[in-house]
């Protein structure tokens, strides 16, 4: 062996002997590979979080295809169901016509912070001088009015909101209104007409805003006064910022 082989021999192993036992010098060593840990299990843990999310990505597709599957397959039955409905107004020469009209609409935010009643909508064929019943999904959710030329939603809660509402088997008619709170109160039901607790509420068409039959809500308490009753009701509705709407533009 040669005299500088082994003189490069003993600089290692004295160098590898300082780094074992020596703490200043080991140091570095450690900081840099707790470093490249650290680096590593970002790297693995982003790799994971990535194909976690393309795996929940596709299950929500594969649900959301199934879902508009079932709503085609309704769309198709309601619109048999309508052809023939109207076939048999035509075999029955009524005079009956429908023209109603429904309109899908975003909701964009709340139109003062702390006041969950009322939202600004995207409603594109919006016509100010109109007041529109809001629905979600079956169930009544408020009304849209003109607010700056603008659409905006009162719903259920706000004590402007007002509609027409038949209660109880025996469709006693009545107005029911926003209270401030969570429940609304149903007023102007004749006091012949019996309404009691648990009665369902819907609404009765009437005022030309919302279909007849679309789920208010229910009858929680009753009070009598002269001539006339009113009830509190606990609404179904109750979204508190939902993304969509439907809005019922034309009643038939």
Same mark, same amino acid.
Not at 8 to 33: C, E, H, K, R
Not at 48 to 65: A, G, K, P
Not at 188 to 213: A, C, M, Q, R, W
């Given at each position: ?51 976690? /999310? ?82 979600? /999904? ?115």
């Amino acid at each position: 062996m040669s005299k500088e082989r082994f003189s490069l021999l003993l600089f290692l192993a004295l160098m590898i002997s300082a780094i074992v036992y020596s703490p200043t010098l080991q140091s570095p060593f450690i900081d840099l590979g707790l470093s490249i840990k650290n680096h590593y299990h970002t790297a693995v843990e982003f790799i994971q979080e990535q194909w976690e /999310n393309h795996i929940h990505q596709s299950r929500t597709i594969e649900q959301q295809r199934q879902e508009l599957e079932r709503y085609r397959q309704s769309h198709l039955l309601a619109h048999q169901f309508a052809t023939e409905l109207s076939a048999l107004f035509n075999a029955s020469s009524t005079t009956m016509e429908h023209h109603s009209e429904v309109a899908l609409v975003r909701t964009l935010s709340y139109v003062k912070f702390g006041d969950m009643g009322k939202l600004w909508l995207n409603f594109p064929d919006f016509n100010r001088s109109k007041v529109y019943g809001l629905v979600y /999904n079956d169930q009544s959710a408020g009304i849209v009015i003109e607010r700056n030329d603008k659409p905006m939603a009162l719903l259920n809660s706000d004590r402007k909101c007002a509609y027409a509402v038949s209660i109880g088997v025996g469709k006693a008619p009545g107005i029911v209104h926003g209270s401030g709170t969570r429940e609304v109160i149903a007023e102007y039901i004749p006091n012949y007409l019996p309404v009691k607790v648990g009665d369902e509420v819907v609404t009765s068409g009437l005022d030309h805003l919302f279909f007849e039959g679309l789920k208010v809500g229910r009858v929680t308490s009753v009070v009598q006064s002269q001539g006339y009753q009113s009830a509190v009701v606990t609404p179904y509705y109750d979204a508190l910022l939902p993304g969509y709407f439907h809005v019922i533009k034309q009643v038939r």
